[in-house]
């Protein structure tokens, strides 16, 4: 028997590696371990091991079959036992990867989020300062082509205007060549009417000079503030008074006069001579 026991404590120190848990972690610490009845062996007494009390680990280690079905019987056990756990480690683990999987993306699909919703409002951003700075241009454009409409109609006004000044200055250019004509006109006859003014000037100072000097006309005498001519040769009185015609003077014609003595000249020396 005693054998026996030894045998089983071999038995169960050359069992698994220390993968067995505690006695607090069994499931059967609660559990009560009454006697087990052993089968009846071939050479033992049954009796003898009821009466003598041995504990079930004891009993089963002393059968003839318990050496082989007993330890094998609680190595199944506690391996059904860690069977379980290892499950629910494994599924555990997996669910913590899935977890931090869940949770990496889900930071990775906030900060996705959260860069999308920057770059929207930044693009709504851009978009109003875009749609502002169009409007912008529009009514600059529209301010453009209104300001580009009044100086058209500015620019035909002043084409108008700047036509009807050269009809004007045309009209003007030739009143002005007929007016220089006529002024070419009027200087001519100036010219003309200052020549005859000039020599009626002439003429009056010289008449003005005989005048004041009692002067004649070479060949002429002056006798009683008149210019005399005398003829040296006998004429007929119609050829005296061609001649006096000639000479653009008139004839002499004594009439009631009396004779008179009129002064001559002949060689610079002064003789009278009466006429009658």
């Not at 559990?31 to 087990?36: D, Q, S, T």
Request: glycine share 6%; proline share 5%.
């Amino acid at each position: 028997m005693a054998q026996s026991v030894v045998y089983a404590d071999l038995k169960f120190a050359a069992g698994p590696p220390s993968t067995v848990p505690d006695e607090d972690d069994s499931p059967y610490e609660n559990v009560p371990l009454g006697p087990v009845t052993a089968a009846p062996s071939p050479g033992g007494n049954p009796a003898a091991a009821a009466a003598a009390g041995t504990p079930r680990s004891a009993v089963v280690a002393e059968g003839p079959r318990g050496d082989a079905c007993g330890c094998w019987s609680l190595a199944g056990r506690w391996t059904r036992r860690w069977r379980v756990p290892r499950a629910l480690l494994a599924a555990s683990l997996l669910l913590l990867l899935l977890v931090v999987a869940v949770v990496v993306l889900g930071a990775y699909y906030w900060q996705v989020t959260r860069s999308l919703q920057d770059t929207s409002r930044e693009h709504m951003a851009e978009q109003g300062r875009l749609s502002q700075e169009l409007r912008a241009r529009e009514q600059s454009l529209e301010q453009t082509q209104l300001e580009l409409a009044w100086a058209r109609e500015e620019l035909q006004r002043v084409w108008h205007e700047y036509n009807i000044t050269q009809t004007e200055l045309e009209s003007r250019n030739a009143e002005l060549g007929h007016t220089q004509q006529e002024l070419a006109v009027l200087q001519e006859e100036v010219q003309v009417v200052q020549g005859k003014l000039n020599t009626s000037k002439s003429l009056v100072s010289s008449l003005r000079a005989c005048v004041n000097t009692d002067c004649c006309p070479s060949g002429w005498v002056l006798y009683r503030s008149k210019c005399l001519y005398i003829s040296m040769a006998k004429k007929s009185w119609q050829d005296s008074h061609q001649d006096c015609a000639e000479r653009s003077a008139q004839l002499l014609v004594q009439d009631d006069w009396s004779s008179l003595l009129v002064p001559v000249r002949s060689r610079g020396v002064v003789y009278p001579r009466r006429v009658g």
